[in-house]
């Protein structure tokens, strides 16, 4: 029988101390607080008298607490209430609508909570995932875990209408990839959190958006990464040598094909990786300087590829060293995580500050050489190893610049990290169809476990991928947040030019597309900066009453009203499920023409290679850019404003310098795009002070409808104005 089905006999008053957000309460083996949050409330449990929060780099720093009230044995806030009787407690919204009931029970080692649940009704969302799980959406449990190509997290939304999120203090999780806190959905929700101290988040949050942003202004948004992030990233494992560089990366240039950044793995700091090497390192192993093969004059490379070839560099970072000099001094200073085998022997312990300042002045020299952002692999082997990893570097770039936003790939994340610039990488994949259909599930997964950003090895790294694999999984990429290739140093490439011209056509298709859309991408990461929405959605946070897409994976949005749904098998052979419209609220079009589609599915046999699946509803004002070779080149020409017709709608367009924090300041400019469907107008007004060499001053409208497309004349795109179709 479930904990939660034995009846409570409530007592008429409950003897409680009141803290600073909430009351403390005496319970079997010590105490538990209910607590207030920015976001909902706090369930703290402790076995000794502090039941404050536990310290952690999860929750957002500084929280500014709401005002609250207590009556009777409630805490009653703004966001809805929670009614406490000794280890038990009932959560209302702020309707008093009833969501959620739970008891603490205090074991000798551990917190234990207890949820009520309904196994054949209630759905969890918002825990990652990994591996072999991402063909559904939900899960039914989840141990919070970091590995290469899979991150759990202590978190979830659930269709009963809240999120939790579980915390422990963070000064326990000393090694390993594992945090000790676990949830289980049988007959209870049964959160387990290994410590005697811990604390379970509540918020309440009727939608999986609303979870998203009770989840987000708990742990923090996530800041927009710079803006030439959203654009083209090569990537390769096997950058030979200078000459090979330059005509790899003059060959993207002279060919017209749209890219924004190179990356390099080992090559470009060392002769050769390290994963060889013994735990005393190799006396001629280099940590911090060049490879001078690869890059004989750094200075005077990265200058040329910087303003000739208008390229940013990233360099791969790993959290060890190499050097034996360099670790027996770090040994000597304690710096060192010196538990594990192989290569682990050698790991810095990012969670002690000095040791986070030595490797950032032991990094800065490249900053000033002209090394943009930074990719960060093989950093699993402690739980929150990727945010004190990360924090370092962010100091780093601060002292050195502080306008300036930084960026970083990761292979690996937990709560929290996304208040850093951070894209996740999905890890070392296999170059197979398995791996690409299992792409679109990492996306929005991982999304709902928190980071903002996701992204992928392109082509997949283990393995070599046939020309079609690569083709489709380009198409994909275009819609994932960040657009990155890579590939092993046994394999062809992965680059655009190296796969004959049939293929050629298709991988141009995809990168101009990708480039069409980076100022609408950039806008949504605004607005998942601002409001807390995510740029990529799963189709159940919009058309939560469709069971048919309440937990598909294959299919994603951008925004709220673009669908896209690539062909993820071999063949080109693929089936598009259309969510159902409410009642006259328009139809879907296809993509860029004036078809409609109908019915509950679209078939697609033996597709070409050119085909994306992609459909907008009515009502959808989508603004796209000219095609341009780098972003630094926007506008590049008119704004050009998609709207499909048969409903209302709008879109938030947002500019700014696309390099430095000062958008946190208000310094940007905002623009509404409305679109009223009986009038058939588009009107636009603008708000902020920014101006920039990269701000649209033109606009133009294409409508779409059945069977009929109009263009408007281009005109100036002043602060207030509107065009007619």
């Not at 090569?234 to 749209?258: D, V």
Request: with cysteine.
């Amino acid at each position: 029988m479930s904990i939660l089905a034995i009846s409570c006999v409530l007592i008429a008053a409950v003897v409680f101390e009141e803290q600073d957000h909430g009351v403390k309460v005496k319970i079997p083996n010590g105490y538990m607080e209910v607590a207030v949050t920015n976001a909902g409330f706090r369930i703290g449990a402790s076995h000794g008298e502090d039941t404050s929060p536990c310290e952690t780099s999860i929750i957002v720093p500084n929280m500014t607490y709401p005002g609250f009230k207590i009556e009777e044995n409630s805490i009653v806030s703004d966001i809805g209430t929670i009614h406490f009787d000794g280890s038990h407690f009932t959560m209302t919204d702020a309707s008093s609508k009833y969501i959620v009931n739970g008891t603490v029970i205090l074991m000798p080692d551990s917190v234990k909570v207890f949820l009520n649940n309904n196994m054949n009704i209630d759905k969890y969302f918002g825990s990652g995932g990994g591996l072999s799980d991402e063909s559904t959406l939900s899960s039914n449990s989840a141990s919070a875990y970091v590995h290469n190509m899979e991150t759990i997290t202590p978190h979830y939304w659930g269709s009963r209408k809240y999120s939790a999120l579980g915390v422990i203090p963070e000064w326990i999780i000393t090694n390993g990839p594992s945090y000790p806190v676990t949830w289980k959905a049988t007959d209870d929700v049964i959160w387990t959190l290994n410590s005697t101290k811990a604390d379970l988040y509540l918020m309440p949050a009727a939608t999986m958006d609303e979870g998203m942003v009770q989840y987000w202004t708990l742990t923090g948004a996530p800041v927009v990464l710079p803006r030439y992030a959203f654009g083209y990233l090569a990537c390769r494992y096997g950058w030979s040598n200078r000459s090979y560089i330059e005509s790899i990366l003059t060959t993207f240039r002279n060919e017209s094909w749209p890219i924004d950044a190179w990356i390099s793995d080992f090559g470009w700091f060392t002769t050769t990786n390290d994963y060889s090497l013994p735990p005393t390192g190799s006396p001629t192993y280099h940590d911090f300087g060049y490879n001078n093969i690869t890059f004989p004059q750094p200075v005077e490379q990265l200058k040329e590829y910087h303003e000739k070839l208008h390229l940013r560099f990233g360099g791969i970072r790993k959290p060890r060293l190499g050097n034996s000099e360099l670790i027996q001094f770090a040994k000597q200073k304690g710096w060192l995580n010196t538990e594990g085998t192989g290569v682990n022997q050698r790991n810095i312990n990012f969670t002690i500050p000095e040791a986070r300042e030595w490797y950032s002045q032991e990094n800065m020299h490249y900053l000033d050489d002209g090394v943009d952002f930074w990719w960060d692999d093989d950093g699993e082997f402690q739980y929150f190893n990727f945010y004190n990893w990360n924090h370092g570097q962010t100091k780093m770039l601060q002292s050195y610049d502080s306008s300036k936003r930084y960026f970083s790939i990761s292979r690996a994340f937990t709560p929290g990290l996304q208040r850093m610039a951070i894209a996740v990488w999905t890890g070392d994949q296999n170059s197979d169809w398995e791996a690409l259909n299992q792409h679109p599930g990492y996306l929005l997964k991982w999304q709902l476990a928190g980071i903002g950003y996701v992204t992928c090895d392109t082509g997949g790294f283990r393995g070599s991928s046939d020309t079609e694999l690569l083709v489709r999984w380009y198409q994909l990429s275009t819609f994932m947040s960040v657009m990155r290739v890579h590939s092993t140093d046994t394999v062809t490439p992965h680059f655009p030019f190296l796969y004959g011209p049939e293929a050629a056509v298709s991988f141009r298709a995809s990168m101009n597309l990708r480039y069409k859309f980076v100022p609408m991408i950039y806008s949504l990461a605004h607005k998942q900066h601002d409001d807390k929405i995510p740029i990529f959605r799963a189709l159940m946070a919009e058309f939560p009453d469709d069971d048919n897409v309440n937990d598909l994976t294959k299919q994603w949005l951008v925004g709220s009203h673009l669908m896209i749904a690539p062909i993820l098998n071999q063949g080109g052979n693929s089936e598009v499920v259309l969510p159902q419209l409410p009642s006259g609220s328009g139809v879907w079009y296809q993509f860029n023409t004036t078809k409609v589609v109908s019915g509950s599915s679209v078939t697609f046999k033996n597709a070409s290679w050119e085909t994306i699946p992609m459909y907008a509803r009515s009502g959808a004002v989508i603004p796209l850019a000219p095609l341009v070779l780098y972003t630094d080149l926007l506008p590049g020409g008119p704004l050009q404003v998609q709207v499909y017709g048969g409903a209302d709608g709008s879109f938030r367009f947002v500019e700014d310098d696309g390099e430095t924090f000062d958008y946190l300041k208000g310094v940007r400019k905002t623009t509404l795009f409305s679109w009223n469907d009986q009038s058939r107008t588009l009107s636009w007004k603008s708000e902020g002070s920014f101006e920039g060499p990269n701000m649209f001053t033109e606009v133009m409208l294409t409508l779409f409808e059945k069977d009929s497309m109009t263009h408007s004349d281009v005109v100036k795109m002043r602060s207030e104005g509107s065009l007619k179709a």
